[in-house]
Nanobody, 124 residues
């Protein structure tokens, strides 16, 4: 299983970004996938997770109403649309996969496979 996140960059507060995660070796309609982030000096935290088989999603309170997770199993792609970005969204963002947990778990220890992160910097 391989994953690669992309789409990060430097943006101003209020701007939007869409992160993409290319996956291979995994069927996105089983298990769960998620986006996590880690800011300097902080622990890795779940941003949003999705389980297509369960038809459910998880969003951290801090991103509800601003971020949207989606996946395209035909393209093996995972996306995170981020709107109304804030400076506190600055972090390295990672995509991850679990093939043994079928709910959108926010626990990073439930995820077996991780991609290299993409840096999102929100600053004026």
């Amino acid at each position: 299983v391989q994953l690669q996140a992309s789409g990060g960059g430097l943006v101003q507060p209020g701007d939007s970004l869409r992160l993409s995660c290319t996956t291979s070796g995994f069927t996105l309609d089983r298990g769960a996938t998620g986006w996590f982030r880690q800011a300097p000096g902080k622990e890795r935290e779940a941003v949003s997770c999705i389980s297509t088989s369960a038809g459910s999603t998880y969003y951290a309170d801090s991103v509800k109403g601003r971020f949207t997770i989606s996946s395209d199993s035909t393209k093996n792609m995972l996306y995170l649309q981020m709107n109304s970005l804030k400076p506190e969204d600055t972090a390295v963002y990672y995509c991850a996969i679990t093939d043994w947990v079928t709910i959108p778990s926010p626990n990073p220890y439930d995820y077996d496979y991780w991609g290299r992160g993409t840096l999102v910097t929100v600053s004026s």
